[in-house]
């Protein structure tokens, strides 16, 4: 199952880049409006690149630390019992999960740079945000929370509705359950329903993306100041 996740995931990602690009194209070029600032373009491969590199330098940095951590986890083990081993290992972990997101937070403005010049542009932004990572974090984790704010009350007026429209059509609030399984494996009256609400969730995407992206936008134009 996984490599079929990975292998769908791989082949989605122009269309991600299209999406993305159509987004920073809004905020830096909102006179190219046509098609809803979606283009297959200069723009689009360089952010599909960009998306490769980081999504390789995340998985390459990931996997050399869970080895790293593993083998130090295994020879505390080894030297004071298993309680140190797992406190190694549940240590080492919290550390890559900082390092992964400072050094994300460090590239924000690689996206709107890439953008800009139509072409990878990954390291030169690490010194854009050289004395701004806290303050970056802390727009990013805003964004995180009014992001979370907006989904739930958007989930919960969706779901009143959806519950609404199941009890009008003869159903029963105990159904939904069922009608929020992929469309495929539900066969009855309210099929049509998981696609109301992947309708949705591709709107909160959508939103999270836009939202993000901005902060990044923010961030390469303080760094032009």
Not at 20 to 47: H, T
Not at 124 to 133: A, E, H, I, L, Y
């Amino acid at each position: 199952v996984a490599p079929g996740y990975v292998a769908g995931g791989v082949a989605l990602m122009p269309f991600g880049a299209v999406m993305i690009a159509a987004i920073y194209r809004a905020y830096l070029r909102p006179e190219q409006n046509q098609w809803c600032f979606m283009r297959v373009g200069r723009q689009e491969a360089a952010i599909l690149a960009l998306m490769l590199c980081l999504d390789l330098m995340a998985m390459g940095g990931l996997a050399l630390a869970g080895a790293l951590i593993g083998t130090l986890a295994n020879l505390a083990a080894t030297a004071a019992g298993d309680a140190t081993g797992a406190l190694v290992e549940l240590l080492g972990l919290g550390g890559a999960a900082c390092a992964l997101i400072w050094a994300a937070v460090r590239l924000t403005p690689a996206w709107p740079m890439t953008f800009q010049a139509g072409r990878l542009v990954l390291f030169p932004s690490w010194s854009r945000t050289r004395g701004q990572t806290w303050l970056l974090l802390a727009a990013f984790v805003l964004a995180e929370a009014l992001m979370a704010v907006v989904a739930v009350l958007l989930f919960s007026i969706c779901l009143g509705l959806t519950g609404a429209a199941m009890v009008a059509a003869g159903g029963n609030m105990a159904q939904i359950g069922n009608a929020l399984q992929p469309p495929s494996a539900v066969v009855q009256v309210f099929a049509p329903l998981p696609l109301v609400f992947s309708a949705f969730q591709s709107l909160l995407l959508a939103l999270g993306a836009t939202t993000l992206a901005g902060v990044a936008v923010s961030a390469y134009h303080s760094a032009d100041r």
